[in-house]
């Protein structure tokens, strides 16, 4: 005979663009790292270059954008509120 499920937890709302900027700084050293090596990165291994910058410019827009999609969410949540909340 199986368990009962366990309820979900309740969703524990933080601040989105700190993961966003963790990231992006990862992304950003890794950068630093195959700059430092030069020449001793193997031509093979050069696309590795891309990838972080892509990693770079992705992170940006991410922590950028968060904010606007965070007001945007709350403002459709008040708008779904005031048209639940009125008249029949």
Do not use: K, N
């Amino acid at each position: 005979m199986r368990t009962p499920r366990q309820p979900d937890p309740d969703v524990h709302e933080s601040d989105y663009r700190v993961p966003a900027a963790i990231g992006t700084l990862a992304w950003a050293v890794a950068l630093v790292v195959l700059l430092a090596m030069g020449e001793d990165l193997p031509a093979s291994e050069r696309w590795w270059i891309g990838v972080c910058v892509t990693g770079i410019a992705l992170g940006v827009f991410g922590f950028l954008y968060i904010p606007r999609l965070l007001r945007r969410r709350a403002g459709s949540t008040e708008h779904t509120d005031d048209r639940a909340s009125g008249p029949p």
